[in-house]
């Protein structure tokens, strides 16, 4: 019988709208506040270093920049590990955006995002979504070298786009694979690398060179289109050095 499902009250309904309403300005507010804080230099973040993130969280300079003031409002204030993660991960991410960008390029993104509302819209929700589910914080630097690429114009937004989903599908030990791939060097494919090369091989980073598709060495393989942009990525991050960008 129809009539013996149960119905929702028509108060339950606007709940449900309201609530909807509410967490899609959510998304808008942290989206807008992601896009205002990538699109301007912070003094503060000038000295930043993966060694000092504690007292970078702590600084009441870096928790009024925009997204990780929203970010702590959101959770009411309240300190747990989860929100500090979050911080961490943020923060760093800024902290190498700003320390690998100049501010000319700065000036010149928060130009085209004031004449073009949605300039850089997907992609800035796209790594929100990234750095949310991420639990390595080295993947915020990976992230941030990708983003500044972005802003210099060396990524397009579909490139952008296809390294950092890459970035997030692969494990950090993955980037040593990479490096020796790009080296081309002749050494024996080790029976605990096999998986590396395989996950590589799954995300399009790289490919094997062989009919078969079972390298046994590492010159077997070779690096992708997309994996050329992610090497030059990975480079950067493992060079430590803003010379290097």
Do not use: W
């Not at 709940?15 to 909807?20: I, Q």
């Not at 959101?74 to 991960?89: D, L, P, T």
């Not at 802003?151 to 030990?173: A, G, H, N, P, R």
């Amino acid at each position: 019988d129809l009539h013996s499902f149960p119905t929702r009250r028509s108060s339950d309904l606007v709940y449900m709208c309201k609530k909807g309403k509410q967490n899609n300005l959510t998304h808008q507010l942290f989206v807008e506040s992601f896009r205002d804080s990538v699109s301007q230099a912070f003094d503060c973040l000038v000295d930043f270093s993966e060694n000092m993130i504690d007292s970078f969280i702590d600084d009441p300079i870096v928790q009024a920049i925009p997204i990780v003031k929203l970010g702590v409002t959101a959770y009411n204030g309240v300190k747990s590990f989860y929100n500090y993660f979050q911080q961490k991960k943020l923060i760093s991410f800024l902290g190498k955006l700003n320390s690998c960008t100049d501010e000319k390029n700065f000036i010149k993104m928060k130009e085209k995002m004031l004449n073009k509302p949605n300039y850089l819209l997907k992609e800035s929700e796209l790594t929100l979504a990234l750095l949310d589910k991420t639990i390595e914080t080295e993947k915020s630097i990976l992230l941030a070298e990708c983003f500044a690429s972005l802003i210099k114009e060396e990524f397009s937004e579909k490139i952008y786009t296809e390294v950092t989903l890459i970035i997030d599908q692969i494990f950090l030990s993955d980037l040593d694979t990479i490096k020796i791939v790009k080296d081309g060097t002749n050494d024996d494919v080790k029976a605990e690398e096999i998986s590396s090369l395989n996950r590589l091989v799954a995300s399009g980073a790289i490919r094997s060179c062989v009919l078969n598709g079972n390298g046994v060495s590492f010159s077997d393989y070779e690096l992708t289109s997309i994996g050329e942009y992610l090497s030059d990525v990975v480079t950067k991050y493992q060079c430590k050095d803003c010379s290097c960008n």
